[in-house]
């Protein structure tokens, strides 16, 4: 199921919390992303030491977003935070050509060994 249509059946439950992980590799932009949903400033952000947390209020329904650090000794952690994830971003810098390859070695292959099996 796709983002939106996620967000969709949402408004059909209002009571409902949504959890959203952010992944990606450091410097990529997650807190950044966190902060505009949460309408915050951005001018100072700072390298996520572990996790940061937020709950966003948005069209009656409540995101909660874990933004989770992109550091080499955090990533082996990541798998820790897919537990009750209803959705999942993996954020790429796209000015960070010389991060492209790592990024596919961390996010596409890492990824796919680590999400939980369907049941």
Known sequence: MGLLALL????SQ???DVRLLLLGLDNAGKT????????????HITPTQGFNIKTVQSEGFRLNVWDIGGQ????????????NTDVLIYVIDSSDKKRFEETGEVGVS???K???KKK
Do not use: G, H, Q, V
């Not at 969709?8 to 408004?11: D, G, Q």
């Not at 950044?32 to 001018?43: F, G, R």
């Not at 990533?75 to 820790?80: C, E, L, V």
């Open 8 to 11: 969709r059946k949402l408004k």
């Open 110 to 112: 890492w990824m796919l």
């Open 14 to 16: 209002p009571d409902k």
């Open 114 to 116: 680590s999400l939980p």
């Open 32 to 43: 950044t992303l966190l902060k505009k949903l949460a309408s915050e400033d951005i001018s």
């Open 72 to 83: 080499r000794k955090i990533r082996p952690y990541w798998k820790n935070y897919f537990e």
